[in-house]
Structure formats: C-alpha cells, structure tokens
C-alpha cells in the first residue's frame, strides 16, 4: 500500500471512530481570514486598559474594555444599521444587568445576590427568545448581572454601568467608522459572492461537485437577500442611487441563478465562455461604492442593442442565460424581502426562561459555596452556554470547555514570561484579536482567546490569580448544569425543530411545484425564493440536529433523503419552467 493510500485508510478509520454528531461539534467554519474584525477586537480590549493605565483608574479600563470586549463578540459582517442595533442592544441591557448586579453587591447578602441572579436568568430566557436582537440583549442583561454581582466596581452606583456602555460605544465607532467611505459594502460584497458562487457552480456543471456547488449558490443568495432585505421599499428600490442599483443587481442574480439552476439540471460541462458569463454580469450591473472590490463602472453610454452573448444558445438553459446576459433584472419587480420569523409559543418562551433562571441560581449557590463573593464565572459562563439559539448546547458547552482548558494553558505561559501591565495590554490586543477572529471561525477559539483577556482583567484589578485554574473546573460544572437541564427537559428538542423544518421545506417546493409553471416571472422567482429558502433552512436545521447527542440516529438520514428529493424536485421544476414548460 502506497503511502497517500495508507494515510487516507487512517484517515477513514479516525472518522470512523468518532460519532458524527461528536464530528460535528468540532468543526470549525470555513471563512476568509477576518482582518478588519481582529483589528477591532485587539483597539476594543487594549486601548481601554491603557487609558486606564494613564489615567490611573486600572478598574475603569477594565470595564470598559469588558464591553469593548462584549461587543466584538457579537459582531457580524450584516449592514452597518444592523450592526449599530446589535452593539447598541447590547451595550444597553449589559449596562442595566451591571447596575442591578453590582446594587445587590453592595447592599444585599447571598442570598439576595442569588435571587437576582435568578430573577435575572428569567428575564433574560424570556427576553432571549424573542428574535436575533432580543437574544443579544438578553444574553448581556445577564452578562452584565453576573459581573456586577462579582466584580466591585469602585465609585458612584452609576460609573460602573456608564464605562460599560462606553466600551460598547467605542467598539461600536470601530465598527461603524468605515461606514463613512464604504457605506453599503456589505451589502455589496453580498451580491457579488451571489455571481461568483454562481461562476463556481458554472464551472462545475456536469461534475460530482454540481450538488454542492448550487447549494452554495443558494446560501450567497439568501444572504444577499437577508443584508439587503432593510433597504428593500420601493423608495429605495426605484432611486438611482447605490441602494438602488444593488437591489436592481440583485433582481439579476436571482435570474441568473435560475438559468444557472437549469443549466446544471442539463448536467454537461460548459465551456469556458459560459462559465465566465457571471463575472461579466457582475461587472455591468453592480455599482461601484468609494472603496471596496473594485468592479468596472457601469455608468458609460447605454449601448444601442442589447449585447450578445459570448456563446451560442443552443438549449434552454444556455437561452435563459443568454436572455439574463442580454437584459440582466428586466421584468422583474421582485424586492429582496426578509425571510418571515415566528415567534415561539408561550408554553416554550416560559419553559427556556425558567430553565435558564433555575440554571443561573444553581449555577450562583455552587459559585457562593466555591468563591464566595468572587463566583461570578459559574453564572457567567451558564449565560453563554444556555443560548439554543446559537447553535447546539453539546457542541457549545464541549468546545467551551476546551477553549476554557486550553485558554489556561496559555495563562500558565503568560503569567510566567509576562509581568507588567504595560506589556499585559499588548498580551490583551493579541488575544482580543484572535477572539474577534475566533467568532468567525470556533467558538473553542473565541474561548481560549476570552480566557487570556480575562487573565489580564483579573490582574489589573488586583484579583486572585490563583482562582484562574479552578475556572476550568467552573467551565465543567457549569456545562454539566446547562446539560442537565436541557436534555432532562427537551431531549429531542433538535430533532423536533429539523422535522419541522424538514416539513416546512416540503410544503414550499411542493406549492412552487403546483403554481411556478403558471405564474408571472415576479411571483414565479418569490416561489423559487422561498422554496429554495426553507430547503437551506432545513438542512441547517439537520446539520444542528446532527451535532447533538440523540437516541435515534437512523432518523436523521430519512430526513436527509426528503430534504435531497426536495431538492432534486426544484431543480426540476427550475428546469422544467425554464424551458417553457406551461400547465
């Protein structure tokens, strides 16, 4: 057996060992590099302790930098306005957490610090579940309740809450300053990983990798579809502005995506002067913003006739692209509209806010019996694990863990080569950037650098060293809390919600089955919209389902099969009405 040989059978046999739902939690996204994030994470956590520093007020700069901190971690790559919200959320319901907290600190005992963590932890899940902004903010109100009742923040009742806010407020200017030069680049950028996604899978027709490769097309497009979903009235829509001009290249690459649909159900390799057919889209119909990927400018003269495709069309695919190629966005109407979110029951919304506040007081006694007043870690880290929301409660308390585990491993280094507080701040940019960075890719790596900055917050406010290592014990204890609760409470919680999704995803293809062949192009690419939507809905909802621990794994690739057969009936129906086909 030849060495590649022998290592792939290793290979094979390693994946073999490890369940796939365990294989699942590990694995890391795959994304560019993210510079501009880990640049603000590094300015977000160190220019506060240094501040501070000068200014001679170390615990003001911790602060500060702990909603620095908090802020990066939620940052994301949406439109700047969403963005603002997000940190602005945030900052706000921390700051109150960090008032409440730090007022039961100083004038309560044990046990009224306990009950308004409890009090807190209700809010908080009631709060949480109310939509991707309501889940920030209720995470940090806790967030900011747990550190206030751990953390002694000297001065006036209100100083602590302010510096808080302000280190939200100054991450916020980080990231909303590029706003001034590059106003809709996100959105922007969206639409173009739309055409290059739809190059790749140009490029791919007729190949093993066609599957794959529309399903990526796919999740560009919903994307674009979400960043620009805020802008998406007709005020915006009809103006000649960059708004404008992006929602009219949007409309294009839903055409586009549609003859390139068709074009791989065909399933032959296309030349290269097809394959290239996206890009010299992108070139003519997305505008140019002051900085950014740059793009040709479109606004010349306004050719006599329509250009001609650099191909021949000679089947129905190669004419729909041809068509698109001619008069990209023509006939169409159709504004980018945000996916339709709803809300949960009563009965849920009760049950996840007293969990997560009978989480929280537990989580509290324990912290009390271990540290007593400096036990604000256990509740803590029960306020970032318990957030269904965000992913799989396995795979987050797992990799929490190891985070946690690996983040003291990296103190023990820190501590021994690093001594002044001068040099911790530079420590603290390092690792507030591989954090920053860490959101992007595993939340083990976002841990591990969160466990070095809060090595540097507990030095510079004079606190126990000795207490990091007992964090990693904490960390466990507080997953086995979290743990506990949910899979006693809701074992299949996860598998409930792909079904549904599953099921949701069966009903869209099948309506787009019955009335695309009959409908006008504006309502014929909303039905493919939506259909396509809840069929990437339900495949995220499995590939979650798939990372938790279940009791019926053959149940998951039945579920994967209707998901497939949904799939390949849309593609068809795509091709079908492409074609001609009428009913």
């Keep these: 057996m030849s060495e590649p040989t022998a290592l792939r059978a290793r290979e094979g046999t390693l994946r073999g060992a490890v369940p796939g739902w365990l294989g699942r939690s590990l694995r890391a996204a795959r994304a560019p590099f993210p510079r501009a994030a880990a640049v603000r994470g590094a300015l977000a956590v160190s220019v506060p302790l240094m501040v501070g520093l000068l200014a001679g007020h170390p615990v003001a700069g911790v602060v500060v930098g702990l909603g620095g901190l908090w802020a990066v971690g939620q940052d994301s790559a949406a439109?700047?306005?969403?963005?603002?919200?997000?940190?602005?959320?945030?900052?706000?319901?921390?700051?109150?957490?960090?008032?409440?907290?730090?007022?039961?600190?100083?004038?309560?005992?044990?046990?009224?610090?306990?009950?308004?963590?409890?009090?807190?932890?209700?809010?908080?899940?009631?709060?949480s579940v109310g939509g991707p902004l309501a889940s920030v903010a209720g995470m940090h109100l806790l967030l900011g309740a747990t550190v206030g009742t751990g953390i002694p923040v000297p001065g006036p009742w209100w100083a602590g809450p302010l510096e808080l806010l302000g280190g939200a407020l100054f991450a916020l200017t980080l990231t909303c300053l590029p706003w001034l030069w590059r106003r809709h680049s996100p959105e922007r950028e969206a639409v173009i990983a739309v055409f290059d996604a739809a190059e790749r899978a140009l490029s791919r027709a007729g190949t093993s990798g066609a599957t794959e490769a529309r399903a990526r097309m796919?999740?560009?497009?919903?994307?674009?579809?979400?960043?620009?979903?805020?802008?998406?009235?007709?005020?915006?829509?009809?103006?000649?502005?960059?708004?404008?001009?992006?929602?009219?290249?949007?409309?294009?690459?839903?055409?586009?995506?549609?003859?390139?649909?068709?074009?791989?159900?065909?399933?032959?390799?296309?030349?290269?002067?097809?394959?290239?057919v996206p890009s010299l889209l992108a070139a003519r119909v997305v505008p140019p913003v002051r900085a950014g990927r740059p793009v040709p400018d479109a606004s010349g003269p306004v050719p006599d006739r329509e250009p001609e495709p650099p191909f021949t069309a000679d089947t129905p695919g190669l004419r729909a692209l041809a068509e698109v190629y001619r008069a990209p966005g023509r006939s169409l109407t159709l504004l980018p509209d945000p996916p339709a979110y709803a809300g949960p029951r009563l009965a849920d919304r009760l049950r996840f806010a007293l969990?997560?506040?009978?989480?929280?007081?537990?989580?509290?006694?324990?912290?009390?019996?271990?540290?007593?007043?400096?036990?604000?870690?256990?509740?803590?880290?029960?306020?970032?694990l318990?957030?269904?929301?965000?992913?799989?409660?396995?795979?987050?308390?797992?990799?929490?863990?190891?985070?946690?585990?690996?983040?003291?491993?990296?103190?023990?280094?820190?501590?021994?080569?690093?001594?002044?507080?001068?040099?911790?701040?530079?420590?603290?940019?390092?690792?507030?950037a591989v954090m920053a960075a860490g959101v992007r890719y595993h939340y083990a790596l976002s841990t591990f650098g969160l466990t070095v900055i809060v090595f540097v917050f507990i030095?510079?406010?004079?606190?126990d060293r000795q207490l990091l290592p007992s964090r990693v014990l904490e960390t466990v204890i507080a997953a086995a809390l979290v743990l506990t609760a949910h899979f006693l409470t809701r074992p299949d919680s996860w598998r409930v919600r792909a079904e549904l999704r599953v099921a949701a995803a069966d009903r869209a293809w099948r309506r787009y089955d019955r009335r695309a062949p009959a409908a006008s192009p504006d309502e014929r690419h909303q039905l493919r919209r939506t259909a396509y939507r809840r069929l990437a809905e339900a495949r995220q909802a499995l590939d979650t389902a798939g990372a938790e621990?279940?009791?019926?794994?053959?149940?998951?690739?039945?579920?994967?099969?209707?998901?497939?057969?949904?799939?390949q009936g849309c593609d068809a129906i795509t091709a079908y009405v492409v074609a001609g086909g009428r009913r």
């Design 218 to 276: 796919t999740l560009a497009l919903n994307t674009a579809q979400d960043l620009l979903a805020v802008h998406s009235s007709r005020k915006h829509a009809e103006r000649p502005t960059s708004i404008g001009g992006l929602i009219t290249a949007f409309r294009a690459s839903v055409q586009l995506v549609e003859a390139v649909t068709a074009l791989m159900v065909e399933g032959r390799p296309l030349p290269p002067a097809v394959v290239r």
């Design 79 to 127: 439109p700047y306005k969403a963005r603002a919200l997000r940190i602005a959320a945030l900052g706000g319901s921390a700051a109150v957490g960090l008032l409440a907290g730090a007022t039961a600190l100083r004038y309560g005992d044990a046990v009224v610090i306990a009950a308004l963590l409890a009090v807190a932890g209700v809010v908080s899940g009631w709060v």
């Design 549 to 567: 621990p279940h009791r019926d794994p053959d149940r998951f690739p039945v579920l994967e099969r209707r998901v497939a057969r949904a799939e």
């Design 459 to 463: 030095d510079f406010l004079g606190d």
């Design 355 to 384: 969990l997560l506040g009978g989480c929280t007081l537990a989580a509290a006694v324990v912290a009390y019996l271990l540290h007593g007043p400096r036990g604000y870690w256990l509740p803590m880290t029960v306020a970032f």
């Design 386 to 432: 318990y957030k269904p929301d965000l992913g799989p409660v396995f795979g987050r308390a797992l990799n929490r863990c190891l985070g946690t585990v690996a983040g003291v491993g990296m103190v023990a280094v820190v501590a021994w080569l690093v001594t002044d507080q001068w040099a911790l701040t530079l420590v603290a940019a390092v690792f507030g």
